[in-house]
């Protein structure tokens, strides 16, 4: 080898200059979309910590302690809880049924799922009213078997349900349509049965959409006020929401209480998003690890 060769060969190369890590705007469309949230979202929530935190955490803790708060709390947590579990049930149970059966009055049927959405909260909360109540057509009913609806927990759940369906149907649909029909019919033609089926290869493809509805319908569930305030009654340590002790506390001029159960409820949302958050990413990783051959 030449001095000439040997010298081309020791010479560093140039390195490849590299493109723009981001998209060109990325800077301006950061700084609005920061400017946006602060002004939306982060300095609300803010002021609503400090306003909580005004008469110290003596003064917090005093209100978190109070039979009153802490009744109205395992109410709304609880009942959110359960009424997001039914509709994760059935509306699984109702997006397949629209998602794999053709039938008379389906697109009628698809459209009134998303009444909820549609409806104000206070004509929902009427009409429940109306039709469970004592004098309604299945109030009468119920209370004649032992099992009276209004003005109890029993209604506050059904109330939850009701706004809550729409979103485990509209969550599972894409799911269950990308969901290949084939799947389903190879594994009934090896013998599978149709409860096999729905454990073994439908419900693990949309377990993550399940989850998402899940998750969607409790936070609703947690933070519905209109349509649960008359059927629930109001009643102190028995039907009162927490939104309802809230708009009470503020009636009172008490802010201070107001915004510590608000601060409560904000972080034990959070807190509950954040698990299931978590736990959907688990199913997902999951998911992929039993798709690879």
Known sequence: MNATSHALTTVPRPKARRGPDVLPGFGLSLGYTIVYLSLILFIPLAALGLKATAGGWHGFVVVLESPRVLASLKLTFGAAFIAALVNAVFGFLVAWVLVRYRFPGRRILDAMVDLPFA????????????????????????????????????????????????????TLQPALEELASELTDAASSLGASPGRVMLKVVLPLTLPSLITGFSLALARG???????????????????????????????????????????????????????NLLQRRALRWQARSQTP
């Open 222 to 276: 947690i933070g519905e006020y209109g349509s649960i305030v008359f059927i629930s009654g109001n009643l102190p340590f028995k039907t009162e929401i927490t939104s309802l002790l809230i708009i009470t506390k503020l009636e009172e001029f008490d802010y201070t209480g107001a915004a510590v159960i608000a601060v409560v409820m904000l972080v034990a949302s959070f807190a509950l998003l954040l698990a299931i």
């Open 119 to 170: 409806l104000p909260t206070a004509v929902s909360g009427i009409a429940l009213t109306a039709i469970f109540s004592p004098g309604g057509p299945l109030g009468q009913f119920l209370a004649r078997i032992g099992w009276p609806v209004a003005y109890t927990p029993s209604g506050v759940i059904i109330a939850m349900v009701f706004i809550g369906l729409p979103f485990v149907v509209r």
